[in-house]
C-alpha cells in the first residue's frame, strides 16, 4: 500500500452523476505516512449549467459564481497529477467516486479503480454501528473543530475528514499539524521579565531603627519583651 493517501471530498449540483448533474467544487488534503504535509489542491469548476435550489442551500455556490471558473476537462490534469497513485480517502465514497469517474468517463479517461479507494463512512459503521456516522457527527464524536462548518466547502471538508480519519485509524499523532489547525488564532503570549531577588538580610541600621521603634510604639504585645529589643 502507498504511504501517501489523499483526503477529498467534492461538491455537485445534485445526485445523478451519469446524467445532468456535474461536480462543482474539488478539494483534496495530502497525508504522508498518515501525516499531513500541508499540500493540498482545491478547485471551483463550471458545470455548464444552472444551480438547482437544493444545492445551493447546501454549498453555496451560485451559478453565476462558478461560471468565471474552468470546466472540469481544462482541469482533470492538474488534478489527476496532484493525486497521483495515491490512495483516495473519501466520505461516503461511493458519491464522490462516481462523480469523478463520470467527469473522467466523458473525456475519455479511464476510471480510478475501488481498489484505491477508502472510505470513511463504511470505517465508521463498522467501528461505530447503530450510530450517527456524518462527518458533523465524527467531529463532535472525536473533538474535532467544525464551527467554521456553516456550509459544505469541499477543501474544509476535506481537512475535517483527514482529523477524522486519523482518529479512525488509531489516533491523532502528537504533535501532527493539520491544515485544520491554520484555521486557530493564534494567541500571543506575553514575555514577563523575572527580576533577581531582593535580599532579605536587614542592614544594622535597619534593624536599630526598627528596635527604637518597637520601644517606642508597643509596648504590651506578647510577642514583645524588653530584653527582645536589646
Known amino acids: 500500500m502507498s504511504d501517501r ?12 452523476a451519469e446524467g445532468d448533474d456535474r461536480v462543482v467544487e474539488i478539494g483534496c488534503l495530502e497525508l504522508v505516512n498518515h501525516v499531513p504535509t500541508g499540500e493540498t489542491y482545491h478547485q471551483y469548476i463550471n458545470p455548464e449549467r444552472d444551480m438547482p435550489q437544493g444545492a445551493f442551500e447546501v454549498h453555496g455556490l451560485s451559478e453565476e459564481f462558478l461560471s468565471d471558473y ?17 490512495n483516495l480517502v473519501a466520505h461516503n465514497a461511493t458519491f464522490d467516486m462516481r462523480f469523478i469517474n463520470a467527469e473522467l468517463g466523458r473525456m475519455g479517461q479511464a476510471p480510478i479503480g475501488d481498489e ?16 450517527q456516522n456524518s462527518l458533523d457527527a465524527l467531529c463532535r464524536r472525536f473533538d474535532v473543530d467544525n464551527s467554521s462548518r456553516d456550509l459544505h466547502g469541499a477543501l474544509l471538508d476535506s481537512e475535517l475528514l483527514a482529523e ?23 494567541r500571543s503570549v506575553r514575555t514577563v521579565e523575572v527580576r533577581p531577588p531582593r535580599p532579605h538580610a536587614p ?23 524588653p530584653e527582645d529589643a536589646r
Open 5 to 16: 493517501e489523499i483526503v477529498f471530498d467534492t461538491e455537485t449540483t445534485g445526485f445523478d
Open 70 to 86: 474552468p470546466v472540469f476537462a481544462d482541469i482533470a490534469e492538474d488534478f489527476l497529477a496532484f493525486v497521483g497513485d495515491a
Open 116 to 131: 484505491r479507494v477508502v472510505d470513511t463512512l463504511a470505517m465508521a459503521r463498522s467501528k461505530f454501528p447503530g450510530a
Open 164 to 186: 477524522v480519519y486519523l482518529e479512525l485509524i488509531g489516533g491523532r499523532q502528537p504533535g501532527l499539524v493539520l491544515a485544520a489547525e491554520s484555521r486557530v488564532e493564534t
Open 203 to 225: 542592614t544594622p541600621e535597619e534593624m536599630s531603627a526598627h528596635e527604637e521603634f518597637l520601644k517606642e510604639k508597643v509596648t504590651d504585645a506578647r510577642w514583645f519583651k
